[in-house]
């Protein structure tokens, strides 16, 4: 039995504006047939017509997560406990997972300071934890460069936990640094820290 081909313009159409890329594939599909397909053809071409518009719906909700979860997000953060973003940080969303990073972009080399602050999410876009790094006044080289020392603070959402990572040198004898190595502190001693650098 021959079927029309109409509802698939349709859905290359509204692929291609979104993907350009898409948009070519398809045609190509398309015009090297004819203007009408079989059952099989055109059941294998609506299968990929799903696909796609099911990537290009998800990365949609992907490319919303700055505006989600940037400064209209510091309601949430001052109930935890966490600092607010402020809206001039820079965002960069992540690659191959659903979260991203926004960057401090006044933060003076070598001075102590907030950073950056990171998120990950679940598939379906549920925050999963949210992470701020400060940087420390400290340095120490290893056989991969030269690294500022890091305070990480990460609060877990599902969990309502935080989790405080001290990224220090490890000293050998002759007073440079073998390795970096991630300490665990408490609470009390993250603010310590904090407050020693003159960031709180």
Same mark, same amino acid.
């Given at each position: 039995?021959? %079927? ?26 398309? +015009? ?7 059952? #099989? ?8 017509? *799903? ?11 992907? #490319?919303?997560? !700055? ?5 209209? *997000?510091?309601?949430?953060?001052? !109930? ?10 820079? +965002?960069? @969303? ?6 991203? #990073?926004?960057? !401090? ?16 999410? $679940? !598939? ?5 934890? $949210?992470?701020?790094? *400060?940087?420390?006044?400290?340095? %120490? ?6 690294? $500022? $020392?890091?305070?990480?603070?990460? +609060? ?7 989790? *405080? ?18 300490? @665990?502190?408490?609470?009390? @001693? ?11």
């Amino acid at each position: 039995m021959i %079927y029309n081909t109409c509802f698939l313009y349709f859905c290359i159409l509204q692929s291609g504006i979104l993907l350009n890329g898409t948009l070519v594939y398809f045609n190509v599909v398309i +015009y090297t047939g004819s203007m009408a397909m079989d059952r #099989s053809i055109l059941k294998h071409v609506l299968i990929q017509c *799903y696909i796609v518009v099911s990537l290009l719906m998800s990365s949609c909700s992907y #490319s919303d997560l !700055n505006s989600k979860y940037g400064v209209a *997000y510091n309601q949430v953060r001052q !109930n935890v406990g966490l600092p607010v973003l402020d809206s001039t940080w820079r +965002y960069n @969303e992540a690659v191959g997972v659903v979260g991203g #990073s926004w960057i !401090n972009p006044i933060c003076p080399k070598g001075t102590p300071c907030h950073f950056k602050n990171c998120f990950l999410c $679940e !598939n379906d876009g549920t925050m999963l934890w $949210e992470e701020d790094i *400060y940087i420390g006044p400290n340095k %120490y080289t290893t056989v991969d460069g030269t690294f $500022e $020392e890091m305070l990480r603070i990460t +609060y877990y959402f599902k969990d309502n936990r935080w989790g *405080y990572l001290w990224t220090t040198g490890v000293s050998v004898k002759n007073s440079r640094w073998e390795h970096e190595q991630d300490e @665990e502190i408490s609470s009390k @001693e993250a603010d310590s820290l904090l407050t020693l650098w003159g960031i709180i």
